[in-house]
């Protein structure tokens, strides 16, 4: 169950935007690539992607991970 459709079955979500929003059903057969499947997608658009397209986008480093706030009861850091 995607999150949408959990937040619709508990119904959390205010009508106003409820009704903004595409239905969840929408999103049921949706999947997501795994890493071997991106890797192999960069490896073949990367090389001819600037003949083809023309418009070099620079690719960021992963953000480094830090700590938000110190975890109650000395826990330790609570991390996003």
């Not at 409820?18 to 049921?28: E, G, I, Y």
Request: net charge positive; with cysteine.
């Amino acid at each position: 169950m995607c999150q949408q459709a959990d937040l619709e079955a508990r119904n959390v979500i205010p009508a106003d935007l409820k009704a903004k929003l595409p239905a969840s059903s929408a999103f049921s057969g949706a999947v997501s690539p795994t890493p071997d499947q991106l890797s192999a997608a960069l490896t073949l658009i990367k090389p001819g992607w600037m003949t083809t397209v023309g418009v070099d986008i620079p690719i960021p480093a992963p953000k480094k991970k830090f700590p938000l706030y110190p975890s109650p009861a000395g826990l330790g850091p609570v991390w996003c």
